[in-house]
Each structure stands twice: as structure tokens, then as C-alpha cells.
């Protein structure tokens, strides 16, 4: 696969946009919003993942005001060094910057089809709130702490929505993953997974001390079904 990047200006300045193109050399367009570790080998890792499942992906640099090109080890001390990013960050600027992002995104000739995001911690509350105020084909939030704060917001989405949380998450208080499911049924368009036994991150398989491989192997294989259902490849559809 291809990897390049591409620029996105904002009123305060321009900042990096990581992009995947598939070898197909085209699909869908899937943005994908970081973690508090940056655009790291994790998100990166992700990046080629879902290029290699056909999509047009996109990373923007959601730290660029605070640090450009933050990445963070992912061990104890990039962690705390990551914490004390994200307490500094500000989520609305995030969320402007991801819709910006996702303009650019689109705008890509080899985007052929819809428009996802896909979000993980930090880019899992992000990617929520993107989708309260931006048409898209398809969102997914992985456990995002802001999100059983703002549950407000699910009236404002219209798109597919797939939420995963860990039960046993010490971020997201396990009666808060509950108030997502509770808000969430009814709704036709929303989806919600809670893997009981993981904990914060259990996806990301770069940090020892978040990854559960059985939980994120659920998870992942949902998540590829998802996007195989609404934000599928033109051939295929």
C-alpha cells in the first residue's frame, strides 16, 4: 500500500494528515482519530490494517498545536508524558480540526464511495463528537470516556454507530458504559458492544499493558463487518 502525507489548513495553521491508500488504489474514505499517544506505531499499525481491507485511511495530527508529530512510547513513561498531552488538548479544537480533516479526506481522488471515522480512547470521544455534527456513513468509538457524558448528542446522529467498551475499564466507570447501553437501545442506527472482562485500550497491541488479544479479535472482526455493511466498496455493494 501507499502512504503519504497530505496538509490540512486551519485558520491557525496547517497540520499533517497521515493517508493509506489500498492497492486497489481507491475505496471508501475512513478517517481514523488517535489515541492520547499520537499518531503512533499503533494508529499507524491501524492505519495499514484498514487499508488492507480496501479503505482510503487518514490520520490527522490532532496534537499539532501542543507538539507536532507527538508519538509516545507506549510504556510508563509515555503514558504519563501522553496524560499530561491530553490534559493540555482541547477537544473542540480536536473536533473542528477532525472535520477539517475530513474535507480533505473526501476531497482525495482516490476516495471512491462513503465517508467513515474511527476513533480509539481520546479519537473514540472525538469520533463521536464528529458525528453529532457532521454527515457521515458510518462511525465507530472505542471507548470513549467522553461519551456517557454527552449522550445528549445521540439525537444528533444519524449515521451507523458502533460503540465498544470494556466492562472493566478503571477509565469508564462500568455503570457508565451501562448509561451508553441503556441510551443506546431503541436506536436502530446504534450498536453496542461491552467486552465485560477488558479493560481500558484492550485493542491497542502495541501496549503490554492495555492489549487483551481475545477481546480486540471480537472487536476487530465487528468492526470489519460493520464497515463491510455501511461503508462498503462500490464493486461490492
Given at each position: 500500500?501507499?502512504?503519504?502525507?497530505?496538509?490540512?489548513?486551519?485558520?491557525?495553521?496547517?497540520?499533517?494528515?497521515?493517508?493509506?491508500?489500498?492497492?486497489s488504489g481507491n475505496g471508501p474514505?475512513?478517517l481514523l482519530i488517535q489515541e492520547?499517544?499520537?499518531?503512533?506505531?499503533?494508529?499507524?499499525?491501524?492505519?495499514?490494517?484498514?487499508?488492507?481491507?480496501?479503505?482510503?485511511?487518514?490520520?490527522?495530527?490532532?496534537?499539532?498545536?501542543?507538539?507536532?508529530?507527538?508519538?509516545?512510547?507506549?510504556?510508563?513513561?509515555?503514558?504519563?508524558?501522553?496524560?499530561?498531552?491530553?490534559?493540555?488538548?482541547?477537544?473542540?479544537?480536536?473536533?473542528?480540526?477532525?472535520?477539517?480533516?475530513?474535507?480533505?479526506?473526501?476531497?482525495?481522488?482516490?476516495?471512491?464511495?462513503?465517508?467513515?471515522?474511527?476513533?480509539?480512547?481520546?479519537?473514540?470521544?472525538?469520533?463521536?463528537?464528529?458525528?453529532?455534527?457532521?454527515?457521515?456513513?458510518?462511525?465507530?468509538?472505542?471507548?470513549?470516556?467522553?461519551?456517557?457524558?454527552?449522550?445528549?448528542?445521540?439525537?444528533?446522529?444519524?449515521?451507523?454507530?458502533?460503540?465498544?467498551?470494556?466492562?472493566?475499564?478503571?477509565?469508564?466507570?462500568?455503570?457508565?458504559?451501562?448509561?451508553?447501553?441503556?441510551?443506546?437501545?431503541?436506536?436502530?442506527?446504534?450498536?453496542?458492544?461491552?467486552?465485560?472482562?477488558?479493560?481500558?485500550?484492550?485493542?491497542?497491541?502495541?501496549?503490554?499493558?492495555?492489549?487483551?488479544?481475545?477481546?480486540?479479535?471480537?472487536?476487530?472482526?465487528?468492526?470489519?463487518?460493520?464497515?463491510?455493511?455501511?461503508?462498503?466498496?462500490?464493486?461490492?455493494?
Open positions: 500500500m501507499l502512504q503519504r502525507v497530505e496538509s490540512v489548513s486551519t485558520p491557525d495553521g496547517s497540520f499533517d494528515l497521515t493517508v493509506w491508500v489500498p492497492d474514505g475512513l492520547i499517544y499520537g499518531v503512533s506505531d499503533y494508529i499507524r499499525a491501524v492505519g495499514e490494517d484498514l487499508a488492507a481491507l480496501g479503505y482510503v485511511v487518514a490520520a490527522p495530527d490532532l496534537f499539532w498545536r501542543l507538539q507536532p508529530g507527538y508519538q509516545a512510547a507506549h510504556d510508563d513513561a509515555g503514558l504519563a508524558s501522553s496524560l499530561e498531552m491530553g490534559s493540555r488538548f482541547d477537544v473542540a479544537g480536536g473536533v473542528a480540526d477532525s472535520v477539517a480533516a475530513l474535507g480533505v479526506l473526501a476531497g482525495l481522488p482516490e476516495v471512491d464511495g462513503g465517508i467513515g471515522i474511527i476513533g480509539f480512547c481520546l479519537g473514540g470521544s472525538i469520533a463521536y463528537l464528529v458525528a453529532a455534527q457532521t454527515p457521515l456513513d458510518a462511525a465507530i468509538s472505542f471507548y470513549g470516556s467522553a461519551v456517557p457524558d454527552q449522550l445528549g448528542l445521540l439525537d444528533q446522529i444519524t449515521a451507523p454507530l458502533l460503540f465498544h467498551f470494556g466492562g472493566a475499564d478503571p477509565y469508564i466507570a462500568r455503570e457508565s458504559v451501562q448509561a451508553v447501553q441503556d441510551a443506546a437501545a431503541g436506536r436502530p442506527n446504534v450498536v453496542i458492544y461491552v467486552e465485560e472482562d477488558a479493560g481500558h485500550a484492550f485493542h491497542n497491541r502495541k501496549a503490554p499493558m492495555f492489549h487483551q488479544p481475545e477481546p480486540a479479535a471480537r472487536a476487530w472482526q465487528r468492526t470489519e463487518e460493520f464497515l463491510r455493511r455501511h461503508l462498503p466498496h462500490k464493486h461490492l455493494s
